[in-house]
């Protein structure tokens, strides 16, 4: 067995783990970070990629913002389909002037990993029985294997930034924790193609007989779709004639006339879910980003919430070491949870109104639409709309 010592131990090297690492750096804190996997699996999971102004502020903060500015894609509006129709939501002019980026969660993962290796910041790869010790007490332990030899990482602190299933939370005794879950009857079938995106400058939300369907982006050449589909389907249900015909059935006519299709390079089904655990903090473990909590994709919030964490996060960590605070420490879990909730609240809402819910029948369907139809027309609910799509402020409320 070997031992090693650092402040902060970070579990999980997706965006959240990455990001608070860059941040810890800035500030000389030292940290290491392990995962489970592999830098090409971690790269090989395609997600949502829009990014409020917060994240992207933040990816400047660590020093990371050079691929968001001259890659990312700067959206405007977004705009919304019913009843074989479309309607553009002016997102930029309902609050004053703010911006979502496009960008997706692979390229700025990359990004961190390119940022972290060129700094030689130690991350462990492939870390066999990842298993987390003592993190009620002030020396909490995380051991690991890696190639069969055995190693011991003692810290002040350990970051569970490990995702949904990863170990942190499920380290936690089952009294000290309460999950609120809500998983949704149906799922995403999302298909990656090296088309132009049928919309280059907003998100294209449509609600139809059929179910939801929506069209995003990652590059000018490069489109990411997505249709609502039973749970139960498989991937191997779906070859691309069927899914290009599916989506344009969801369109409007000139949408749907204008869609460029061709062979996917990536389609991989994602389940719906909700889910918040409470507290994120057990005396010297914090949980962040996908290991506290789910929202279903639509709104994408999931890596924007991330985002939030990981900023109240450092900076908690940094007044601790920097300011012998531990006012951050001790409140981090409901500032992170206030944020949560509301992200939460969110993405159920727009779910809710977007998606066909089996059980609701016709009627349900018209008060989608009657929602919707007041929605364009009303200033209030657009701007409702639009100010939880750019995000709201980290100290909102
Ligand atoms: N030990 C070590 N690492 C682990 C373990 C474990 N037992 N379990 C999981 N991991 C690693 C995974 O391999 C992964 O690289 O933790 C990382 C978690 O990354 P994500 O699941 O991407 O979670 P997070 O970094 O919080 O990112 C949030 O991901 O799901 C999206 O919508 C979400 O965009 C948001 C973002
Ligand atoms: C995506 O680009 O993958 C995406 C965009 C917006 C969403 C969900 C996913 O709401």
């Known amino acids: 067995m070997t031992t090693t010592r650092t402040r902060v131990a970070i579990i999980g090297a ?33 997600r949502a990629g829009i990014l409020e102004q917060v994240t992207v502020d933040l990816l400047h903060e660590a020093g990371v913002g050079h691929g968001v500015d001259s890659d990312g894609n700067v959206h405007r509006s977004i705009e919304l389909v019913f009843k074989n129709t479309r309607h553009p939501i002016d997102v930029t ?32 790869y492939e870390a066999a029985e990842v298993q987390l010790h003592d993190f009620d007490s002030t020396h909490p332990e995380v051991t690991y294997s890696k190639d069969g030899v ?28 309460t999950e609120y879950e809500k998983v949704y009857p149906f799922a995403w079938l999302g298909v990656l193609a090296d088309v132009p995106p049928v919309s280059s400058h907003a998100i294209v939300y449509a609600n139809s007989k059929r179910g939801f ?76 980003g996908d290991a506290a909590h789910i929202v279903p994709p639509t709104g994408a919030k999931g890596l924007n919430l991330a985002a939030g964490d990981v900023k109240y996060l450092s900076s908690a960590l940094i007044e601790h070491y920097q300011d012998k605070s531990d006012a951050g ?32 029948g016709a009627f349900g369907q018209r008060m989608q639409e009657a929602e919707l139809d007041y929605l364009v027309h009303s200033q209030a609910l657009s701007t409702s709309l639009a100010e939880n799509y750019v995000g709201l402020p980290l100290d909102f409320g």
């Open 213 to 288: 369907a929506l069209c995003s982006m990652r590059s000018m050449t490069r489109s990411r779709y997505y249709v609502q589909c039973p749970s139960s389907d498989k991937v191997e249900d779906w070859n691309d004639r069927r899914f290009w015909d599916e989506i344009r059935t969801r369109l409007d006519p000139e949408l749907a006339e204008r869609m460029q299709t061709g062979p996917s390079i990536e389609k991989s089904m994602t389940p719906l879910r909700s889910f918040v655990a409470e507290p994120m903090r057990f005396g010297h473990l914090f949980l962040a």
């Open 329 to 360: 420490i001790d409140t981090y879990s409901q500032r992170a949870l206030s944020r949560i909730w509301r992200a939460e609240r969110f993405s159920w809402w727009l779910t809710t109104l977007m998606h066909r819910f089996p059980e609701s």
């Open 93 to 124: 002019g309902l609050t004053k002037g703010k911006v979502v980026t496009a960008y997706g969660q692979t390229e700025l993962t990359r990004d961190l990993m390119k940022h972290r290796s060129q700094l030689g910041l130690p991350t462990v």
């Open 150 to 177: 055995s190693h011991s990482l003692q810290c002040d602190f350990i970051a569970g930034c490990d995702g949904f299933h990863g170990v942190a939370r499920a380290s936690v005794p089952l009294g000290a924790i």
């Open 14 to 46: 997706g965006p959240s783990g990455l990001l608070l690492g860059a941040l810890l750096h800035k500030a000389g804190i030292e940290h290491v970070i392990i995962d489970r996997q592999s830098p090409d699996y971690v790269l090989g999971r395609i």
